[in-house]
């Protein structure tokens, strides 16, 4: 990104970084903030502000290597010039807060630094080993994928438009977009670009979702008029898609630990015309009374997120290694527990966000090796790499007794 030397952009810059590193923000959510903040910035400032801070979630092991120091927020101006001082086509700004910078010294300590290939990829320590451990030479491949800005996806809500349609309406609002084929209902955006904006999604013509993410509903199989349960359901992205393929007919009931999220699914699911979709809050007996119920299941279930660090370039920094083994255990229990909500001769997806083969076909092969009274139909892995989207993986598993 080339520099605007505005202080006030490199303010809102710092700022914001203060907030996703010392304060525990989403960077999403702040980037958010602050561009809806000041609002006298024009396109090409909210770009710069948007990507740098992006860049910097993405670089930050590899910019701590540049400055041979940590990051902390006495260090917060530094980071950010160290990182343009990278570039030895960028001129920084003759400001006090630049002074002791030295391109020549970043670029030598970078050099060195650079030789560990955790720092040269910027991930900590710990994700790196574990990466390698478990997916072996694929991992340097999914690293350098997810290093990469995340394209925006958008899906088109058939309940209320087309691709054409949508693509043209947008076309004429000079958002220019690109089929992928390969993807039923997606639109990919060739430029970022505010498109919460725009009379189509206010209108419920499209959500934004990952070409990835894409995958899953139809990947259950679902027909006008079943019963079917979104078990995790959050605030719904998935529901929507399931409601769009099931043409608004027979009945789907998402679920979920928390209602704020619930609450947000009944907002999107007005605005996309989605009329047969019923929220439930998760109690402690709501899965028992609910055994047996369904032609389909979804678990989309939480997980480490480790194959959408191109989108949450936080959380490689915001990720424990407890993390990993609490939620190994709760996908374990969700499997083990909601797929009792299927009839015999039903279905059910369960899905991750995740390239860990751990959470991924080992869960799916230990809850097949438990329960018996279940069979695999097919299970896929999307890797960033070789889609250049999100890392999905899904696995489709019929009840046979
Ligand atoms: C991957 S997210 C779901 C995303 C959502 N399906 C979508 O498409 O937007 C996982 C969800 O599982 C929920 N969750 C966590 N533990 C759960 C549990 N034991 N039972 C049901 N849902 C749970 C989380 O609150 C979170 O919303």
Same mark, same amino acid.
């Given at each position: ?133 478990s997916l072996g030479n694929r991992w340097l491949d999914e690293v350098h994928a997810m290093n990469s800005q995340a394209p925006t996806v958008l899906r088109v809500n ?87 393929? %099931? *043409? !608004? ?6 679920? #979920? ?7 947000? /699914? $009944? &907002? ?21 009374? %609910? *055994? !047996? ?6 678990? #989309? ?7 959408? /660090? $191109? &989108? ?36 059910m997806v369960y899905a991750t966000c995740s390239i860990l083969p751990q959470e991924n076909e080992q869960q799916v092969e230990k809850f097949l090796k438990n329960h018996p009274n279940y069979k695999m139909v097919s299970d896929k892995m999307h890797y ?18």
């Amino acid at each position: 990104m080339k520099i605007l030397p505005y202080k006030n952009l490199f303010v809102g810059v710092t700022d914001t970084l203060q907030q996703i590193f010392f304060e525990g923000k989403y960077a999403d959510k702040e980037v958010e903030r602050t561009l809806k903040s000041n609002k006298q910035w024009g396109a090409r400032d909210r770009a710069f502000i948007a990507e740098t801070v992006y860049d910097l979630v993405r670089w930050k092991r590899l910019v701590e290597g540049a400055m041979s120091r940590p990051l902390s927020p006495d260090t917060i101006w530094e980071f950010v010039g160290t990182w343009f001082a990278l570039d030895p086509e960028q001129t920084l700004p003759k400001w006090e807060e630049f002074q002791k910078i030295y391109p020549k010294e970043v670029l030598k300590r970078h050099h060195n630094s650079s030789k560990n290939v955790a720092v040269a990829e910027s991930y900590p320590d710990w994700m790196f080993e574990l990466g390698e451990k478990s997916l072996g030479n694929r991992w340097l491949d999914e690293v350098h994928a997810m290093n990469s800005q995340a394209p925006t996806v958008l899906r088109v809500n058939s309940l209320k438009t087309d691709r054409k349609t949508l693509q043209k309406a947008l076309k004429e609002r000079r958002i220019k977009t690109k089929v992928l084929s390969k993807y039923q209902d997606a639109l990919e955006l060739e430029e970022k670009t505010n498109i919460f904006r725009t009379d189509e999604f206010q209108n419920g013509w499209f959500e934004v979702q990952d070409a990835g993410s894409q995958l899953i509903a139809p990947y259950l199989r679902v027909q006008p008029g079943m019963r079917v349960v979104d078990a995790c359901a959050g605030a719904g992205g998935k529901t929507l898609h399931l409601a769009a393929l %099931m *043409e !608004n007919k027979g009945q789907i009931i998402a679920m #979920d630990l928390y209602d704020w999220k619930l609450k947000e /699914l $009944k &907002r999107r699911a007005k605005r996309n015309n989605v009329q047969n979709v019923q929220t439930k809050v998760i109690e402690v007996k709501t899965i028992k009374r %609910m *055994e !047996n119920s369904a032609d389909r299941l979804l678990i #989309d279930a939480p997980c480490s997120g480790m194959g959408v /660090l $191109k &989108r949450n370039p936080d959380a490689k920094w915001k990720l424990r290694p407890e993390f990993i083994d609490e939620i190994l255990a709760t996908q374990e229990k969700i499997l083990a527990d909601y797929s009792k909500i299927i009839k015999v001769g039903g279905m059910m997806v369960y899905a991750t966000c995740s390239i860990l083969p751990q959470e991924n076909e080992q869960q799916v092969e230990k809850f097949l090796k438990n329960h018996p009274n279940y069979k695999m139909v097919s299970d896929k892995m999307h890797y960033p790499s070789q889609t250049n989207y999100d890392g999905f993986y899904m696995a489709l598993i019929e009840r046979i007794s």
